[in-house]
């Protein structure tokens, strides 16, 4: 933990006075009318007089506990424990109102006398203390029932605020829970006798048609949705404690399990990530936040809030270092020692179990579920049997829509879209691929101010250890990158709620002021793809730099080769940066320009960068090596391993992180784009035309250098990318392979059928399916050299559409594709890499996996394998331990839900075609718009609130998506619009200029699929009827 700043502990005396301070008569903890010889009692043996505790539970019962006088508070909490049968114990405590009148934590380590006047007399509440960033982390669904009841309190005292829309939806959610299907007069009654939100009598008919859209969904489903609505709202789980800034602004600051979080009002306008605190303290009312050095600089890395009083203050830290303990550390921390004479600061330390040891209690104890009361529920005792509760308890919250709820009942939803009725038991493979969906993240405010230095003397700190800074792929705050949510109403339900008035950071307006030539949004189109660039390029030098440094994960050698490369080339693209945004300034008029004209160019700003940019063509030349390097080292450190699939976790490496290594080569060919388009909209008479063609000149020149090395290492990322998702292929990377295609085809077995995702090499074809496994991966079923394969369309030999056979020295495998496109592309790479395998016979030998070959030869194994593709169908349904945290929007995800395939040559246009910038959105079904900052790279739209964000709110995979100008039908009078669908799901996206509207339609068709490509294969079952509606 470091070493502990603050308040001392002072010496007694043996009186027991402080040194040099007054006399204290202290408080009077008597009870009213009790007198002091009343109290101690004959013989001076009243201290043994009993407690009587009164508690009040989630569900508003009270019940009275009988304890000794010298009791802790731990007691207390373990005998309520006990006594509701609570199993996830930890995420609750006891809160009581103090002297002013604030709810705080009863500490568990202190005598209860010692931190409540009257303890009799004060009611004591049963309360969520921590809210898990995915309350599908909750194993039990008893702990998922009090969750709900503690969102039921939230939303009636105000805390939990939300739109009117959302809260009836929560409300009807609770009232089926509560009574069971609809009834109109049993609603009315209910609703009148219960009071579950501060506005009720305005919305109870909306909470009543809401609740006839619930029919048929039981208790345990209802908490379900409460949880999975509430916990994307920005309040869930948020306690304000009152402060103010150093310039006297009036804030709110909350602690949640991601770190420390800034409101002003209720809009959270910043977040302090554990990863970037180094230490927390405070000194009497300043609340101290040491940032690490690398976040904010050397110079500007404390920061100070003044609270109301040092209690408030010190309750504040304290609920932090419990928070940090909770959700960060993976063992109970030890209690600091107590000094003889003097201490400083504070010795509190979080005293129960952490998130990870409460996981593995729960799962390893084997404890028995017994029933249990919904006290208010008409079904009043809950099964709670293993038999039938498991598969409700382990189904992950990225998959609770799988679960059979009528979709007229999301329809409503304050994500304004339609979900599917889709049964959680029938799955089918071709279920479709929607939104990835990430954890709302606030806004970054601007870096610090700088302050005076701040003595330390005199406070309690609490220091964060270097050895935790990286959290477990269970617990990271950052790592909730599950499957792609296969249910719409997940789509983007993060961004906003429909009715929801836009806030100062979702402002309707593009910008009004623009001028009106294009070559300043071509120009524009420059500054927006350098900031994303510079994000990109902070995921190296900056995150994955702290990331390694804390755990000394990597050699010095390496650690030398691959920051000397990349540093200079980002602190030149910073100054780079910075120039064209005063450029743009000064073109927009936004500065004291007096001759505007002259700054109505872009072209001399970049021929000056490019030169400069061709002093750094050998740092360029050397990330072949460095990529190389790094791989090499992954498999041979098996910390630095470590470190680098649980950073690949983090959203802020929202791309496979060897992707950003080739960033800067990509870059070089952005600007060569952007150079081409801006020479061809001047004449040749233009005064920026010259400066613009000698820019392309130099620029292309550095591309022609590294063209070849671009294509070497975009081929050996695909190929490190697919050995980390593939199971039962080693050596991928092998001398002389080329990625050529993959996507997903219909492999024709016994059993009719069955979806398998294929890949494609200059030297093999590997088939896989989707495993049972904790990532997510896909295990790989056979494998065939192309030396000797033939292909051949065989549509009419097995009456299925768009089938072909695929002969080997193995075997024949009959394979269809989802649309005659699909399967003449396939048949197209198929006999172009068994040409070029011919020609280089002597490539073709690679090592096979001899158990691949031999099962491939075995007929008899065929039943064994495709049973096993049965049971991955039901992978999402794996418990805790065994959740997906692999990154799920990858290339080969979407393609397997989306049922299409991608090739390199896709894969090289895509990298072409980024872009960046803000566009407004809006929901098929909503009526406002919402200003956000667009991401286009690897086939995905990811959205920000704005350019300064650190992680994406949310993805969106473009595979299968048609993009068009909006319809009669669409009721769209807006310029600039365009319109993305897939099925029923449809997005509006606003540019904010013609030249900017045509880019976008230009590089979402290049990523976006042709129409058609709908599979055509499988039969609809029950699960698949209203999958996309």
Not at 139 to 154: A, G
Request: with cysteine.
């Amino acid at each position: 933990m470091g070493e502990i700043e603050g308040s001392y502990r002072s010496l007694q005396t043996p009186a027991g006075s402080r040194l040099g301070g007054q006399h204290n008569t202290g408080i009077s903890t008597l009870e009213p009318g009790q007198s002091l010889s009343s109290a101690m009692g004959a013989g001076g043996k009243g201290h043994n007089k009993g407690l009587q505790i009164r508690v009040q539970g989630l569900d508003e019962a009270q019940e009275f506990y009988e304890l000794e006088s010298k009791a802790d508070g731990q007691l207390l909490l373990s005998d309520v424990f006990r006594r509701i049968n609570l199993i996830e114990s930890d995420y609750f405590g006891l809160e009581f109102q103090n002297l002013q009148m604030n709810w705080v934590w009863l500490d568990p380590s202190k005598l209860i006398v010692k931190q409540v006047r009257r303890p009799m007399n004060t009611l004591f509440r049963l309360s969520v203390k921590f809210f898990p960033p995915d309350p599908g982390q909750l194993q039990e669904e008893f702990t998922r029932y009090l969750f709900s009841l503690q969102i039921k309190r939230d939303l009636l005292d105000g805390r939990l605020s939300c739109t009117e829309n959302t809260a009836a939806l929560l409300a009807s959610h609770l009232v089926q829970s509560e009574i069971g299907d609809y009834d109109d007069l049993a609603d009315r009654e209910f609703l009148k006798m219960n009071k579950l939100l501060p506005c009720q009598e305005h919305v109870q008919e909306k909470i009543m048609e809401l609740h006839r859209r619930h029919t048929g969904q039981t208790p345990a489903e209802s908490d379900f949705q409460v949880l999975e609505i509430a916990r994307k709202l920005e309040m869930f789980g948020v306690r304000f404690h009152p402060a103010a800034d150093r310039e006297g602004t009036k804030i709110n600051l909350a602690v949640a399990h991601m770190g420390l979080q800034v409101f002003q009002g209720h809009t959270k306008i910043n977040t302090f990530n554990w990863s970037k605190i180094r230490k927390l303290s405070f000194k009497r009312k300043r609340f101290l936040i040491k940032l690490h050095p690398e976040v904010h600089g050397p110079h500007q890395d404390t920061l100070e809030f003044l609270m109301g009083s040092r209690d408030q203050c010190k309750i504040f830290w304290k609920n932090c270092v419990e928070h940090h303990s909770f959700f960060r550390l993976l063992d109970q921390p030890q209690p600091k020692s107590k000094a003889i004479f003097f201490s400083r600061g504070s010795s509190f330390r979080y005293s129960g179990r952490t998130q990870k040891q409460l996981v593995e209690y729960v799962r390893d104890s084997g404890l028995r579920r017994t029933p249990y009361q919904r006290r208010n529920s008409k079904i009043r005792m809950s099964t709670r049997s293993l038999a039938s509760d498991v598969p409700k308890q382990n189904l992950s919250f990225n998959d609770s829509l799988r679960t059979h709820i009528p979709p007229s009942s999301i329809t409503a939803s304050f994500q304004s879209l339609h979900a599917p009725s889709v049964s959680m038991r029938a799955e089918t493979p071709n279920q479709l691929l929607h939104l990835h969906q990430t954890q709302h993240q606030p806004l970054r405010a601007p870096s610090p101010m700088k302050q005076d230095p701040i003595k330390t003397n005199s406070q309690s700190t609490y220091a964060f250890p270097d050895s935790i800074a990286i959290d477990s792929p269970q617990l990271s705050p950052f790592n909730d990158k599950g499957p792609l949510c296969l249910s719409p109403s997940f789509q983007m339900s993060t961004l906003s709620l429909p009715g929801q008035a836009p806030s100062p950071l979702q402002s309707p307006i593009l910008n009004e002021r623009y001028p009106t030539d294009k070559a300043y949004f071509i120009a524009k189109e420059i500054l927006t793809t350098e900031r994303t660039y510079l994000k990109d390029l902070e995921v190296i030098t900056v995150w994955f730099r702290s990331a390694v440094i804390k755990e000394n994960a990597m050699p010095e050698g390496l650690m030398t080769l691959l920051f000397s490369n990349i540093d200079p080339i980002y602190e030149f693209h910073r100054g780079f940066l910075k120039e064209i945004d005063q450029r743009l300034a000064l073109w927009e008029g936004r500065s004291n320009a007096h001759v505007k004209g002259d700054y109505q160019r872009i072209g001399d700003v970049m021929l000056r960068n490019m030169c400069s940019l061709k002093e750094f063509t050998g740092y360029l030349q050397k990330h072949d090596e460095v990529l190389t390097e790094l791989e090499k080292a992954t498999k041979r450190v098996k910390k630095l391993e470590t470190v680098y699939k649980e950073f690949e976790l983090q959203k802020v490496c929202y791309l496979p992180l060897n992707t950003f290594l080739l960033k800067p080569i990509q870059r070089l060919m952005h600007y060569k784009l952007i150079l081409e388009r801006l020479c061809k909209h001047y004449s040749p008479q233009h005064r920026d035309y010259d400066d613009c063609k000698e820019a392309l000149k130099e620029v292309a020149e550095i591309a022609t250098q590294l063209q070849s090395s671009l294509i070497r290492l975009e081929n050996f990322q695909k190929l490190t990318e697919l050995q980390r998702d593939l199971i039962g292929i080693e050596n991928l990377t092998a001398p002389g392979r080329e990625f050529i295609r993959e996507g997903c085809l219909y492999k024709l077995t016994k059993k009719g059928l069955q979806q398998r995702m294929f890949f494609l090499f200059s030297d093999m074809l590997l088939y896989t399916s989707k495993g049972v496994t904790a990532t997510n991966q896909f295990k790989v079923h056979g494998q065939l050299p192309l030396h000797g394969m033939i292909v051949e369309e065989s549509e009419n030999e097995w009456s299925v559409p768009h089938c072909f056979t695929i002969y080997s020295a193995q075997r024949t495998i009959v394979v269809a594709a989802s649309s005659k496109v699909e399967m003449n592309k396939w048949i197209e790479d198929l006999n172009m890499a068994i040409e070029m395998s011919k020609k280089c016979q002597e490539k073709s030998d690679v090592l096979l996996d001899p158990s691949l070959c031999d099962r491939s030869n075995r007929s008899s194994d065929e039943v064994s394998l495709e049973q096993e593709s049965e049971d991955d169908m039901n992978s999402s349904r794996c418990s805790l331990d065994k959740q997906s945290h692999h990154r799920a929007n990858t290339t080969m995800h979407v393609c397997w839900h989306r049922n299409t395939s991608v090739s390199m040559s896709d894969h090289s246009l895509a990298v072409e075609n980024q872009l960046s910038g803000y566009l407004l959105r809006k929901f098929k079904n909503s009526n406002g718009w919402q200003k956000l900052w667009v991401v286009f790279t690897n086939f995905c739209l990811f959205f920000y609130k704005t350019h300064q964000d650190d992680f994406p709110l949310a993805s969106l995979p473009l595979l299968g998506y048609t993009v068009s100008t909006p319809g009669e039908s669409d009721s769209i009078h807006k310029e600039y619009v365009f319109k993305l669908q897939f099925k029923s799901h449809v997005y509006f996206f606003r540019a904010e200029s013609e030249y900017t509207f045509e880019r976008w339609m230009e590089v979402i068709k290049s990523a976006a699929s042709a129409t058609g490509r709908m599979s055509l294969l499988v039969p609809k079952g029950p699960a698949e009827v209203n999958v996309g509606n």
